[in-house]
């Protein structure tokens, strides 16, 4: 099971982290991604890493202002947002796969999102 935590309503220029925490199953997967999801739009991955090889990949619409967290703990995959915008709205979501990449299909297992909403 994924459960995401972090989310909340932020001012823009403002900065969340978001954490997926993996408990209680015998789920076997490498990667963890973080996707979002705005009202009548499709899901978008922004960001992925791979538990063996700490490999990362960012979408290109979020490099520079969302990182993945050097240290985190293998059940646990914090994503960093700074410098946030209003088109950063929306459900962010993680999801298991075993294979670092940013599209939504690779995934097998995926949490039940957390609302992240950037507004004045």
């Known amino acids: 099971q994924l459960v995401e935590s972090g989310g909340g309503l932020v001012q823009p220029g403002g900065s969340l982290r978001l954490s997926c925490a993996a408990s209680?199953?015998?789920?076997?997967?490498?990667?963890i991604g973080w996707f979002r999801q705005a009202p009548g739009k499709e899901r978008e991955g922004v960001s992925c890493?791979?538990?063996?090889?700490?490999?990362?990949n960012y979408a290109d619409s979020v490099k520079g202002r969302f990182t993945i967290p050097r240290d985190n703990a293998k059940n646990t995959v914090d994503l960093q947002i700074d410098n946030l915008k209003p088109e950063d709205s929306g459900t962010y979501f993680c999801?298991?796969?075993?294979?670092?990449?940013?599209?939504?299909?690779?995934?097998?297992?995926w949490g039940q999102g957390t609302q992240v909403t950037v507004s004045s």
């Open positions: 999801a298991a796969a075993n294979w670092c990449a940013l599209t939504p299909n690779r995934y097998f297992s």
């Open positions: 209680g199953f015998g789920l076997d997967y490498d990667v």
């Open positions: 890493i791979s538990k063996s090889t700490g490999l990362k």
